[in-house]
Antibody
């Protein structure tokens, strides 16, 4: 079955950087679009970024554009999110989610998330 | 930017039908997806492409979309259906995923 396991979360000071990873298994990772979606404590879902199956297309939410880079390593079945210049408002649970075979919305499988806390 | 509007809460008695709306400009022309999220858990896709049901989702859950409103319906509501429900579309003008603010379903 599809399994997505996020890692890399933790407490980080404002202005610092953090790299999140997502290990995928149970499906042909290189055939699927992948997303990062976050959820601040007590708030709704906020889409962060998406990457095409081959990494050639990447799109970002306005709130993170220029501070975040999504990438993937299809040889290692791994999705990453490099975050820099972190702010308090980036505090959230970050979910890795499998998309479709083309770049659209819809995520049919989600990881359990990793918590990022930005605080001094 | 494209905005999806959901009522913050919907309450329904057990056994009744819950209807949760998602408003957006000409949303009927988009593919709308719905997610259920229970406390402390990751979201689960319950309706894809307006009305499709992923494997494992009961027939009690259905979706429709027309004009400026998409609707998620749950018949024979039970306590286990209490959750937050989010609608979602792809904003083709900006290549962005857009989520609605979510509706909290309470079973009385």
């Amino acid at each position: 079955q599809v399994q997505l396991v996020e890692s890399g979360g933790g407490v980080v000071q404002p202005g610092r950087s953090l790299r999140l990873s997502c290990a995928a298994s149970g499906f042909t990772f290189s055939s699927y679009v992948m997303h990062w979606v976050r959820q601040a404590p007590g708030k709704g879902l906020e889409w962060v970024a998406v990457i095409s199956y081959d990494g050639s297309k990447k799109y970002y939410a306005d709130s993170v554009k220029g501070r975040v880079t999504i990438s993937r390593d299809n040889s290692k079945n791994t999705l990453s999110l490099q975050m820099s210049s972190l702010r308090a408002e980036d505090t959230a649970v970050y979910y890795c989610a499998r998309g479709s075979v083309v770049v659209t919305a819809m995520q049919d499988s989600w990881g359990q998330g990793t918590l990022v806390t930005v605080s001094s | 930017s494209y905005v999806l509007t959901q009522p913050p809460s919907v309450s329904v008695a057990p056994g009744q039908t819950a209807r949760m709306t998602c408003g957006g400009d000409n949303i009927g022309g988009d593919s709308v997806h719905w997610y259920q999220q229970k406390p402390g858990q990751a979201p689960v896709l319950v309706v894809a492409d307006d009305s499709g049901r992923p494997s494992g989702i009961p027939e009690r859950i259905s979706g429709s979309s027309s004009g400026n409103t998409a609707t998620l319906s749950i018949t024979e509501v039970a306590a286990g259906d209490e959750a937050d429900y989010f609608c979602q579309v792809w904003d083709t003008s900006r290549d962005h995923v857009v989520f609605g603010g979510g509706t909290k379903l309470t079973v009385l």
